[in-house]
Every structure is written in C-alpha cells, then in structure tokens.
C-alpha cells in the first residue's frame, strides 16, 4: 500500500468540500455557466441551441446586493469598501484576547517609524485588557492602539491587498475563523484556501480520520476504524492538515511494511502508530566544544555508533576517544549485557565516568532489541544514570533496525517486537530528555544487501544511509515532502530512498517550468555532483549552499540584495572557516552535513537549504541568458550525457571546468545509458 502525502492532501481536500455547504461548491461552475449563457466564452460553445446568438448582452447592468455608498463606485471599489469595513468592525469590537494572526502580501516598511513586516512571516496582533493592540513585528513586540493599526495598513491599500487574507485567522471569543471568511473575500470553494498549514476546526480531525480509514482499509474492522479516529480526534500535537496527513502516512506506511496489504485488528499497532508522533532529532544534540564522545550498545555498535553518528558527531565538535576500548561498552543483544539495567553501577563504567568526568560530553547509545523487559523505564534509568555521573551530558539513542526479510524467514515475527521496543525507549526519551532515532521510522524490511552485513546488522554503508535519512530533511513530521518519482527519476538505479525523492522534486519543478526531461536528468547529475542530493550541503569555504551549491557569487548572487541574506553568506562562511581552524575540512560527508545542519538550525527559514526553493534558485540561471546553448541544444536533440556537461560549464560553472565536464557527462552516460 503506497499512499503519498499529495493524495492524502487530496483526500482531505474533498472531505472538507463534502461538509461544506452545496451553493459554494457549485458556485464558480454556475457562475462560469452563466457567462456561457449570455454569449461569453468559447465560439464553440455559442453553436449550442440553448446559448444566445450574437454578441453577449453588455446592456444591462448586473445585478448585486451591497453596499450603495453613491453614484460612481464600481463593483471592485465596492467590495473593496465593504471588506476595509469588516475588518474596522473587527478591530472596534475586539474584546481583550482577541487576536489576529496574519501575513502581509507586500513589505510595510519603516512600519511606525522604525518596525516592519515581511512577506511570508507570520505576526500575531493581541489584543490588550487596556483595549490596545500588542503586535510582533521584525523588531519584537511593539503596542499601539487600535486605530494607529488600522491606519498603517490601510495606508497601503485594501485590506485583502496588504494582507494576506488567505492565509490569515481572526479569532473571536475563542473561535478561530480563516480571515477572508470572515471578509467574505475568500477565492475557493470551501470558503479558505486549504494547504498543509490550514489549521483543523474543532470535530473536523475524527470525521478525516475516519474517512480516510475507510478508504484506504475498506476490510478493517469497526473497532480499529473508532479507535484511530478517537486517537486522532484526542490527539493535541494534530492541529493542522499536515500533521493529520504525517500520521496517515506513518500509519499506512507500517501498516504496508508490517503486514503487506492485510489490515490488521491488532489494538497494539495504536499505540505504535501514536509512538510517531514527537520524534526527536540530532539538532536537538548540543555543540561539542572539543568533548569526547563514549558508546554503549550491542553489536551494532561498530557501523552504527562509532562509525556513521560518531562521524556526524565529529562535525558538532566532539571528539573520538583516545582509546577505543576503554570509551566503549558493548553486549549482545538477547542477553543480560544488552540490557540498559546492565551498565548502571558497572565498575568499568563507573570508573570512566569518575575519572574522565570533565572530558566525556556525549553518549550514543545502540540498544534495543527483542528482549520482552520494560525499555521505557530502564532506558530512562540509564540516561539518569549517566546524567548524575557527569552533569550536563547529551544523549543519543540509536534503536534496533529492520531485520530483513531475505535474510530469515522469521522477519515479520521478530520485527513488531523490535518496533515495540523502540517504541518504549521513544517514550523514555520524551520522558526524560534525550534523542532517540527509531531506524523503522526510516528503513523498511527490504532494504538493499549493502545496507546489512548479514540481514540483522547494519553495515556501515547501511548505517551511512540511515545518517543521511535523519540529516537530509526526512525526519519524522516535517523536513522535506514526500514526492512521486516521475519517469527520469525511477531510471536511476544507485540512489537511497532520500536521494531518489530530491531528484523527484528537481524533475517535478523542471518539468513545471517547462522544461524537457532531457535537461531535469542533466539537472539531477550535476546536483548529485555538487551536494550528493543532500540539501545540507556547504562547500567552497561556505560560499556554495544547498542542492545545487548555489553560489554567493553565482545563482544565488541576486539574494544578496536582501541584507538577510548577504549577511547569511557572510555568517555561513564564518562559521565554515571557523570550523575548519578548529577541527579541519568538514569534507564531503557526514561532517560536512552536520555542519550544514548547525547553520540550518539557527536560521530555520533560510531558503538556500530548501530544496524546492534551492532548485527554484538554478532555475533562473537554466531559464536566462547562461541556459541558452542548453535550451538550444536540448531542442536539437543532444543526448543527457551532452547536456550535463553544458549544464556544468554554463550553469554550475565550477573551477575545474574541463574535468567536471568531463565527470558529470560520465555519470550521465552510466545513470541514463
């Protein structure tokens, strides 16, 4: 069973249509119908017996009821009169705790003289028991009265031209209504324009929830179907579109990967579906300042926890231990020494942690595995334990991954155990504090060989893998969107999952603009080439950024004209070479994403990481004066292998232009062959 984020977004599009009311939904058809009738439109549609011969009728006037405000005023002059009206009578009827949550579709600036507002940000307007208005602007939180707001932005024109009435809310004696509804402005059918953001009116969350159930598992039984909409309707973390459409997607997900396409009555898989929720990630793992790093676990320890996330955790500044064996604390999983309970009071550890007290700034930690014990408390004791030995020190949990289904037929039996187990020590880490990574929440049951030394433990290109899932925007709930792959991404073979999506979003937006599959292919071996297909990426000394190494003084030089911006090269630059003093060249890997990620971290809107915004940026130079001999050639037929190399000498265009051409055409001709 295979459900996309998109479809789901479609789902509950039309769920929402069903509950609205019949005259909205009908009525852009009806109003399109009637254009018809009167002569308007298509000179086909005018053959028709029923529609009226000749021109349309552009005598009489149409009719509307509104506002008569006097000779002169026209319809658009009207309407805009009656919202600006609106939303005054909003404002003046206000009572204390009211408030206005809004985005601008145009800069106020110099906003009250020294405050303004910024397309595509978010400001919260509340309003005060002394009846004024507490606004957050760019420049914090500034009061004013009532009046003074209204006339700042009705300074800048009508109201639905300043604001973003769409995309704003009014919340009136505790009922928070989109505010184009409430202007009655609003363009779609439903009365608000819906996307992920659209937050979910009160008794909305069950009704999607069981429909949606129904759907996709027709053959679940009823008391499955009550108990996933009572779970989602009592839900608090689910408040918008998106986090609905994040727990359908995680529930269908291991739904597939559990049991193939049966349904399940199983009243356990509630609570391992709601274990999703909340995760953690590694941004919550604070810098290193040069501490050592120590590892307890079980075999996975090796690839796993030395190997993939003691790498990343070398580009936030730790260090590895001096020695090896004296820092690690590994069993077997399925025996006493895997176990959490195991390592509390241990002598050996014990006296690491007295010892080398004032040197020991992390932990990872890899177990979990089969073993029916309590995992949620005794993994909290663990970290407690830790934490009274050395203050201040930061955990990270890796737990048990897939077992693969080619590897032993016993697979689908041990595996809802080993998610079980993962589940607990999630709610230990909620509970106490910590980072937990839950592998399932990544890898499926079928995985490639490479990934597993032998099915059951991860090699360490798998666990390469799984830090590059975590780091590259797939985190559970958010990052980056789940996307079809199209024809030109499904033909690349070498790629992980997390790849194969970003080269599904560079075929998407190039196929949107326009372009021919030729040149998206030509788009995905070059970006491949510069960041690996990973958004994180910095290089050049932190002057390229993102998917496609956008330049400070290339694709991305337009940027700079917002100071935001120029100052976000100038910081992720300081921050590059700072790194470098102190620890090396981050290199190309897991260092270097980390790095990336650290940057990322402290500007979360900083669109050069984004990368449908990243390849947006490559877009403008692909579609300008340095994509022409691309463009051109591509009409002419040229072949992908081609078109890769122009793509890197005239958009890209990196230092070593002959041999990158030379590189990128190469793979071309390997990936498209």
Known sequence: MIVTR???LIDINNIIKEDTEWWRRVRKRDKKNLR???????????KKSYVKKGGPYTKDPPKYSGIKAGPGLGLLEESTTEANTR????????KPGDKLEFKVKKPIERFWFIDYFTPGKKYVAT?????????????????????????????????????????????IGGERVALCKFLGKCKSDTGFKITPDTPLEPGQKSIIATKLTNKYLPKAKPGFIEKVAAAVGGQKLIKTIKDIIEFFKKLFDKISDMFGMSTPGHGSLQKTIMGTMGSTSLNNIAAGNGKTIMYIGNSQTSAVGRGAFGSWAQGKGYKRPPNKNKYSFTGSGGTANGYPTHWID???????????????????????????????????????????????????????????????????????SRIKTNEKIKSASKTNNFTFIDPFEYLTNNELKSSYSDGLHMSHAGAGRLLSKTLSG???????????????????KKLSASQRNIAAIIEREFMTAGLPASIAAAAIVNAHSESGLKPLAVGDGGSAVGLFGCHKNGAAAYLKRDKKYKDAF??????????????????????MLALGGDIYKNNPNDIRFDPVANTKIILRVVLGSFGTKLRQRAKQGADIAELAAIFSRDVERPAAEAEQMASRSSKAKRWFA
């Open 87 to 94: 939303f005054k009578g909003f404002l003046d009827s206000a």
């Open 36 to 46: 018809v009738l009167i002569g308007h439109g298509k000179k086909s549609n005018r």
């Open 570 to 591: 100038t910081e992720t630059r300081r921050r590059f070479q700072e790194y470098k003093k102190n620890h090396g060249h981050p290199g190309y890997g897991a260092r």
């Open 346 to 416: 241990h002598p050996s550890l014990e006296k690491l942690l007295t010892d080398e007290k004032d040197k020991i700034g992390l932990a990872i930690i890899c177990l979990g595995d089969s073993q029916n014990k309590s995992w949620d408390t005794d993994a909290g004791k663990l970290v407690n334990y830790l934490r009274k030995k050395i203050p201040g020190i930061s955990v990270l949990w890796v737990g048990a991954p897939p077992i693969q289904k080619w590897s032993t037929k016993y697979s689908h039996k041990r595996n809802p």
């Open 127 to 171: 309003i005060r028991p002394d009846n004024k208005v507490s606004v957050t602007t760019d420049r914090g939180l500034k009061d004013k009265t009532k009046k003074e707001l209204m006339e700042a932005l009705f300074a800048k024109g009508p109201i639905c031209d300043v604001l973003d009435c769409e995309q704003s809310y009014a919340t």
């Open 474 to 492: 797939h985190q559970p709930g958010q990052g980056v969107t789940q996307v079809a792959a199209g024809p030109v991404a499904n033909q690349i």
């Open 6 to 8: 998109q479809q789901l």
